[in-house]
């Protein structure tokens, strides 16, 4: 199976065994050895990872860089009303989803894939209120969480177990931000301008 999929993949670049076994950093007898499935290769210099998923996960680096960028249009939005907490907890919220995007790569790049940063569409600029803000961020997650499971399906029917189990971290992470958001949300509206006044205080309070 590994064997002739190898050799799909020495076909295509067009190399005879002793070139692309030189190409890839392996013994001739190694490679023959693999391909005719006398060997199982250890995994390390394969391209572990499908040109669909490669290509998902990539859509998906782009989609955390505009959470990014729209966490950190919310913090300069809060920063300017004077809600300063709410801006450094919209402002560390932007890091973590730079940071995803970052994850993704380097799982890409692990996997002998090649990450990449695509064209990050304009993110929105004024919200009506607090409240707005965060009704916004919330319906967001709940968009995010889509896409996560949309990958998890492309995983699934490339049937790739080990970026599967990468991204039931990133499905865990989701059920997180969508919870830490609606608790935030049910304060404000229970809460009022009181509850604004002392969650700025609190959310202020992340590192
Ligand atoms: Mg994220």
């Known amino acids: 199976m590994i064997g002739e999929k190898l050799k ?39 391209i572990m990872i ?4 490669q290509d998902a996960i990539n859509a998906q680096i782009v989609a955390e860089m505009w959470s990014a960028n729209l966490y950190l249009s919310m913090s300069y939005f809060f920063a300017a009303k004077g809600y300063e907490g709410f801006a450094s907890w919209m402002k560390a919220q932007a890091h973590e ?7 993704l790569a380097q799982y890409v790049m692990k996997r002998g894939g090649q990450a990449k940063v695509g064209a990050v569409d304009a993110v929105p600029q004024e919200w009506a209120s607090p409240l707005d803000v ?11 969480s ?13 049937k790739d177990k080990a970026s599967q189990d990468f991204l ?25 301008d009181v509850a604004l006044y002392h969650l700025d205080i609190q959310l202020g309070a992340r590192k």
């Open 8 to 46: 799909e993949i020495r076909e295509q670049t067009g190399l005879n065994k002793k070139d692309f076994a030189s190409h890839i950093g392996i013994k001739y007898t190694t490679y023959n050895n693999y391909e005719t499935g006398d060997r199982e290769p250890s995994s390390d210099f394969l």
């Open 134 to 144: 965060f009704e916004h961020v919330y319906k967001h997650e709940c968009h995010v």
């Open 50 to 53: 499908s040109q669909k998923l």
């Open 168 to 192: 039931w971290g990133f499905v865990r992470e989701q059920v997180e931000e969508e919870a830490t958001v609606q608790g935030i949300l049910d304060k404000i509206k229970l809460g009022g």
């Open 146 to 158: 889509e896409l996560i499971d949309k990958l998890v399906d492309v995983a699934s029917a490339e």
């Open 97 to 103: 989803e730079s940071d995803h995007a970052d994850v």
